[in-house]
């Protein structure tokens, strides 16, 4: 894999690769419907299944999911992962990221999202992250143009969700000329 299971520590959070005994810790976050609107699962109510997916990607080399402790109280609030790793091309999507309701709006995201690109940015010196969402989700298309990313278009009838719509995908990024400014303005709103 080229992207190693590294714990990835700010101020607020903990990103923490994905392991089996981090299935009871974050299943309680993931059981608010709400967080699915726009997933391609139906998470809240196949929980198992998405974790046992989530650690096979892993093991396989696809993808390195991670959960999300607060730092303050170390309890569990959710999980994001890098995915569609390209080493040869130095690109890598951050997606699958969801949180507990009671940590939206708060400095979580954005602290996730600065370990992350800091990570494939300044250790690993790759050239592009991408983003990609539904675009019926106008509260993440929102969260992910607060974080700098440029929108770059959009995929029509690009996936098929959990309930049957076929969704049209908006995709992002954040190049490496674009990071010094990305991390400067995060840094910022996070009062680093």
Known sequence: MPIDAVTLTGRHVALEPLV?????????AAQDPRLWTFTASALGAAFDPWFDGALR???????????????RDGSVVGSTRYMSIDAQHKRVE???????????????NPECKLLLMRHVF????????EYKTDARNQRSRDAIARLGAVQEGIFRRHMIM???????????????????AVKAALEKRLKY
Do not use: C, M
């Not at 005994?21 to 309680?28: F, I, N, Q």
């Not at 951050?94 to 979580?108: E, K, L, Q």
């Not at 300044?122 to 992250?129: A, D, G, I």
């Open 57 to 71: 990607q892993a093991e396989a080399g696809h993808e390195r999911p991670f959960i999300v402790r607060l730092t």
């Open 162 to 180: 959990a309930d049957g719509h076929v969704r049209d995908s908006v995709y992002f990024s954040v190049v490496d000329s674009d990071w010094p």
């Open 94 to 108: 951050i997606g699958t990221t969801w949180y507990a309701r009671a940590v939206w709006a708060s400095n979580v």
């Open 20 to 28: 089996e005994a981090h299935r009871e810790l974050l299943r309680p």
């Open 122 to 129: 300044e250790v690993l010196k790759w050239h592009r992250v």
